[in-house]
């Protein structure tokens, strides 16, 4: 019914910056909160950064300052801008929203991930 589709990721060096993007489609009636959770080899998916349909974020202690979360409600769309980037930001990086979907139901919807990795 819905499908939420990451880009952006990849390979840059520290103190460099990737901009994420999740565009969602389908059966959508609106769009709840949106998110961006990330999981590293060995540890939990945590939240990164969430953002609220009239635009209220909130961000991990470890990203606040370098990561910016953005949304654009009329392209179902959620950004993700990461500057100063760390090696311990290298990670999956998975967008999430919450979804009304057309009928009324209210779903919890993930994209597939995208690896960002940042490395010398």
């Known amino acids: 019914q819905v499908q939420l589709v990451e880009s952006g990721g990849g390979l840059v060096q520290p103190g460099g910056s990737l901009r994420l993007s999740c565009a969602a489609s389908g059966s959508i009636f609106t769009i709840n909160a949106m998110g961006w959770y990330r999981q590293a080899p060995g540890k939990q998916r945590e939240l990164v950064a969430a953002?609220?349909?009239?635009?209220?974020?909130n961000y991990a202690d470890s990203v606040k300052g370098r990561f910016t979360i953005s949304r654009d409600n009329a392209k179902n769309t959620v950004y993700l801008q990461m500057n100063s980037l760390k090696p311990e930001d290298t990670a999956v990086y998975y967008c999430?929203?919450?979804?009304?979907?057309?009928?009324?139901?209210?779903?919890?919807?993930w994209g597939q991930g995208t690896q960002v990795t940042v490395s010398s």
């Open positions: 953002i609220t349909a009239g635009g209220r974020t």
């Open positions: 999430n929203a919450d979804v009304v979907v057309k009928g009324g139901y209210e779903n919890d919807y």
